[in-house]
């Protein structure tokens, strides 16, 4: 019995020194963090659809010293942002510029001039070969509540496939402030997740969603080697299942295909013929490994309970970085590019991304989502035409007669239109990188 109380106590005091060890090496990891993460302010003027018109906050973590590159999210930076700024612990704010945005993976990639790092800043340690562990401690580390610069602890609670994405789930509190912070290891101090999403705490408890680090590396290391990393686009649009998210059943494939396409409804994508053994989960997955392939591909098909390899065609899909909308009378004008929904929109027409409060544009009803069918009778799609036409009635102080068609999904046997005369005010193109005027 002595022998049985002597070894429980000795278990113990393993354990105590395990958890003093681990407190230890977490507060180190979070004294390391201080060196390169970094606060985030936004301002949008212009907002693309899904985007905040107004001034935020954030936060990023440095990459890389010699290029100043930071890494964020997406909907942080947002698509269009009129200003980007960072700051170091302790240092003013300085101009930061958007390299790239995906909101498929809700990730951002910004930059500021190396001159302007402090002598403070460290280059963070990327783990981009493996999974978070489930059950392994992390924290997540950023600016909660504008506490700043302030870390929280938890675990590991699972790899989730949620909202289209695939995420780290961990029960580390991410509050307002924290999005775009790292999630650290406290076992190795690698930054395992880019901390992204929380559920509210009046519906639950300890569900809080991090971006993983494998899947922004693959995007990161594309972008170093000068390949977009926009994954390309395959026309098929995929049912999903909400008891079984691992099969990817082709629900629909486009018209515009030919009718040699070698996919069918019904077919299930299990993987790339040269990889086989990277299984599309989700699609998030596929998107995943989509990323810096063009062209012809291989993959590894399931039709009637049998697998066999068919050869399909992808196409680049637009980079967020190269889109760009119209600005008219508080109204801004996009073409559609992000979802390539060629189903919803075959004739690919310019959408109505955004009205502002207040503006010429929402006095005269228009409303956000609407797709643009004519602008003085004349169909137009491409922003630089219709800026060009805008501006010369702008010059002229001449009212233009705007057509929308709603965007909603119904079950109508005809679709609602609507005519709209508004005076033509501040045109102008805007997007990440418009150019100057009308092009």
Avoid at 246 to 262: F, M, N, V
């Amino acid at each position: 019995m002595k022998h049985i109380v002597i070894l429980n106590l000795a278990i113990f005091l393993l354990s105590i020194q395990a958890v003093a060890q681990q407190t230890k090496e977490g507060l180190n990891y979070f004294k390391v963090a201080n060196t390169y993460t970094v606060k985030i302010k936004t301002r949008v003027k212009y907002p693309f659809i899904k985007d905040n018109r107004g001034s935020y906050r954030g936060a990023g973590f440095l990459i890389d010293k010699h290029s100043g590159w930071i890494v964020t999210n997406a909907h942080v930076s947002s698509r269009n942002p009129e200003s980007l700024e960072v700051a170091f612990k302790d240092q003013k704010f300085v101009d930061a510029k958007l390299v790239y945005v995906d909101m498929l993976l809700d990730l951002a990639i910004i930059k500021i001039s190396p001159n302007n790092l402090p002598s403070i800043a460290t280059e963070a340690k990327l783990d981009c070969l493996n999974k978070a562990i489930i059950g392994s401690p992390v924290g997540a580390f950023g600016h909660p509540f504008s506490l700043s610069f302030s870390g929280t602890r938890g675990i590991v609670s699972g790899e989730k496939y949620k909202w289209g994405r695939v995420w780290v789930q961990t029960d580390a509190p991410i509050n307002s402030g924290n999005s775009g912070g790292p999630l650290i290891s406290l076992s190795s101090g690698k930054v395992v997740g880019i901390s992204s999403a929380s559920i509210s705490k009046s519906r639950s408890e300890g569900l809080n969603f991090a971006v993983p680090m494998i899947h922004a590396c693959k995007v990161i290391t594309l972008l170093k080697k000068g390949v977009d990393p926009t994954p390309s686009y395959i026309p098929v649009g995929f049912a999903y299942d909400d008891d079984n998210d691992s099969e990817l059943i082709a629900a629909a494939i486009y018209k515009k295909q030919p009718t040699s396409w070698p996919l069918k409804v019904g077919d299930q994508l299990l993987s790339f013929a040269n990889t086989p053994e990277d299984v599309f989960k989700n699609q998030a997955m596929l998107v995943h490994n989509l990323r810096g392939l063009r062209g012809k591909v291989d993959v590894i098909i399931k039709r009637h309970r049998e697998k066999r390899v068919v050869s399909i065609m992808s196409k680049p899909r637009t980079s967020l970085m190269r889109r760009i909308g119209v600005h008219v009378s508080g109204v801004v004008i996009a073409p559609e590019n992000f979802r390539d929904d060629e189903e919803a929109n075959p004739q690919r027409m310019a959408l109505i991304q955004d009205v502002a409060r207040a503006s010429i544009g929402r006095s005269a009803g228009i409303k956000a989502y609407d797709l643009l069918i004519s602008i003085d009778g004349k169909s137009m799609t491409n922003p630089l035409i219709i800026c060009q036409y805008l501006k010369k009635a702008e010059k002229n102080k001449r009212k233009v007669r705007i057509i929308t068609k709603e965007n909603e999904w119904s079950y109508r046997s005809h679709s609602k239109y609507n005519s709209y005369e508004i005076k033509t005010k501040n045109v102008r193109l805007v997007g990440p990188e418009a150019p100057e005027g009308c092009g």
